[in-house]
């Protein structure tokens, strides 16, 4: 038994047991009880109840829970009786079958509930974690696609960003945790945030899952599984360095308009992983040499917005998936009342940039309606600037370069380089917190705010927070 199931087992199931209305002459107990799902809160219906000897395992009693939960053994005689039960949610709990003792000494009834442990004593049997963290545990499996077994020894990672107030101002960082599979595959993720969402993947040595979206729900404890595909190969597929991974998961798609009709042209691809391909005449697509394992399929298109779906691929076996794409919200900034005062300095040279034209600048509300997901692909359309699958979630960027090549441009974040460590722009900046993004395409154009040393151009991104929640707007369309 693997160290997971070990302290989940340990944790066990409470029963409490309590013996009434003792009749007299009756020859045996009768046994009533409920199971109860206290991770769900609520009864857990259809459970297969065992009631067996504690000397004498092969003598028992089988029963099953009603719609409400209830059991009811009607001729236990006197002895110690083991009591357990089998149902599914237990195996999507990783949960051992616990099992409670009652001793029948004389005639009546007895009355016991049996309980799945709740989200908050799992998460402190497997963590140590306090009901007042807002934190919860995630656990799961890593296996292997090809044969579906365990893989010992895997790293699984999950991130997400922070506000953390340090000099007297709010910073957000990103912030990440990791933990390791044991023999058996298991492995036990503490202290993620409850209800919001977390991007995670696995990997083990240079073999990795995609990169995808994890839903923590506003509960101690989550079950999540990751396969990774052993057998895929890293492709470089050009000069800028750019890598993907491909293998022999393959999808089969369908993508369709909110109202039924094929959708014709619309881009699908494995994030990180296979080739891009266009849906055809009949909204279909099919993509053949993905990664296999634990992957994100991204459909989009422009004017909509992009939609995600988290599939398992198996070498060789291709999966069929739908998808319907809808129009593109249109979100309303923030109206700037600047009444005499002067603008903050920053938006400033951002408006004094866009007017000498020599970029491409785009202000938020243009960024939202490009994309709602990935920052990067509003630039999709900008000239001189193409977008690359990478490793994992969100986009490569580049620019043409002097020598007639792509080049991959440095990057500044509210006016500080951005220092990758691995990570992308779209994993840290979403969409709704962007106030303007500039792009200069070539080295001659680059402002001298962006000093670089690279033979390539520039992509400069500020925050709303950054620049007080002051919306920039293009100076030249500004009336007199």
């Known amino acids: 038994m693997s160290r997971t199931k070990q302290l989940l087992a340990n944790v066990g199931l409470s029963a409490l047991a309590a013996t009434s209305g003792i009749a007299n002459a009756q020859p045996a107990a009768r046994l009533r009880g409920v199971v109860y799902d206290s991770v769900a809160r609520a009864p857990l219906a259809n459970a297969s109840v065992r009631v067996f000897r504690a000397d ?7 029963a099953r829970t009603d719609a409400s939960g209830t059991f009811d053994v009607t001729a236990l005689r006197t002895g110690t009786w083991l009591v357990s039960f089998l149902h599914p949610r237990l195996d999507s709990l990783r949960l051992e079958p616990p099992v409670a003792r009652v001793d029948v000494v004389e005639a009546g009834e007895i009355n016991v509930t049996l309980a799945v442990p709740s989200s908050a004593s799992l998460a402190r049997a ?3 974690s306090r009901a007042e963290d807002s934190t ?3 656990v799961g499996d890593v296996r292997d696609a090809s044969g579906r077994r365990p893989v010992a020894g895997a790293t699984v990672r999950a991130s997400w960003p922070e506000w953390v107030f340090a000099k007297n101002e709010m910073e957000r960082e990103r912030v990440a945790r990791v933990a390791r599979s044991d023999s058996t595959g298991q492995f036990v993720l503490c ?5 919001t969402t977390v991007t995670a993947l696995a990997h083990a040595g240079r073999d990795s899952t995609g990169v995808i979206e994890l839903a923590i729900p506003a509960t101690e404890y989550m079950v999540a599984d990751f396969v990774v595909d052993r057998m895929a ?3 470089t597929g050009d000069g800028a360095g750019a890598s993907w991974r491909r293998g022999a998961g393959a999808v089969r798609g ?8 094929p959708f014709v042209s619309a881009v699908a691809r494995v994030l990180g992983s296979g080739t891009a391909v266009r849906t055809d005449s009949n909204g279909v697509f099919r993509i ?7 992957q994100t399929v991204e459909v989009r298109a422009v004017g909509y917005d992009p939609i995600r779906q988290l599939v398992q691929l198996t070498p060789g076996e291709p999966i069929v998936a739908s998808f319907t794409l809808d129009k593109s919200r249109a979100t309303l900034d923030t109206i700037r009342v600047v009444a005499g005062r002067k603008l903050p300095p920053d938006i400033q040279a951002i408006e004094r940039r866009w007017r000498r034209g020599l970029g491409t ?3 938020g509300r243009t960024v939202r309606e490009r994309t709602s997901t990935s920052l990067t692909s509003a630039l999709w359309s900008v000239p001189g600037v193409r977008l690359g699958m990478r490793a994992g979630y969100g986009n490569t960027v580049y620019l043409r370069g002097n020598s007639g090549g792509d080049c991959i441009p440095p990057i500044y974040l509210d006016g500080f380089r951005f220092i990758a460590n691995g990570l992308s722009l779209d994993e840290i900046v979403p969409p709704s917190d962007v106030a303007a993004m500039e792009v200069y395409t070539r080295p001659m154009q680059r402002p001298a705010e962006f000093t670089d040393l690279d033979d390539c151009g520039v992509l400069a991104v500020w925050t709303t927070r950054f620049l007080g929640n002051i919306p920039v707007m293009d100076p030249r369309k500004r009336k007199p």
């Open 56 to 62: 004498s395992a092969w003598v028992g009693i089988d």
């Open 126 to 128: 497997l963590c140590g």
């Open 136 to 138: 919860a545990v995630v």
């Open 191 to 195: 202290h993620v945030p409850q209800g």
């Open 233 to 235: 190969a890293l492709v």
């Open 254 to 261: 369908e993508v369709t308009t909110a109202d039924g009709k």
């Open 288 to 294: 053949a040499d993905a990664a296999a394992g634990t």
């Open 361 to 363: 600048i785009l202000d």
